[in-house]
């Protein structure tokens, strides 16, 4: 069973910066995708940001030109730079690391919060 373990999150003015961590507990193997997801109160969990083991990557169109999405393969660690922060970002994130293969599996980091204050 992998475990993800994020870190990073915390309160930030409107305008501000975060950069969020998220590394897995054991070596990752086969076709993968990892990143982020979010969800606000009272709104459903929703993709941000993912970077599969081939560098590609796909963005909430709100996020995109703000937030970047990158991994370290040899350790296992994939990162959310997050710029231009408006309180809109406020949510729980979340990573996320889904094996490609069918059915996929999929593993959840236990959230951190990231609060934007206007």
């Known amino acids: 069973q992998v475990r993800l373990v994020e870190s990073g999150g915390g309160l930030v003015q409107a305008g501000g910066s975060l950069t969020l961590s998220c590394a897995a507990s054991?070596?990752?193997?086969?076709?993968?995708?990892m990143g982020w997801y979010r969800q606000a109160p009272g709104k459903e969990r929703e993709l941000v940001a993912t970077?599969?083991?081939?560098?590609?990557?796909d963005y909430l169109d709100s996020v995109k030109g703000r937030f970047t999405v990158s991994r370290n393969i040899g350790r296992n660690v994939v990162f959310l730079q997050m710029n231009s922060l408006t309180p809109e970002d406020t949510a729980v994130y979340y990573c996320?690391?889904?094996?490609?293969?069918?059915?996929?599996?999929?593993?959840w980091g236990q959230g951190t919060q990231v609060t934007v204050s206007s």
């Open positions: 996320n690391l889904q094996y490609l293969i069918t059915p996929p599996i999929d593993y």
């Open positions: 054991e070596n990752i193997y086969a076709r993968n995708r």
């Open positions: 970077i599969t083991n081939g560098g590609t990557t």
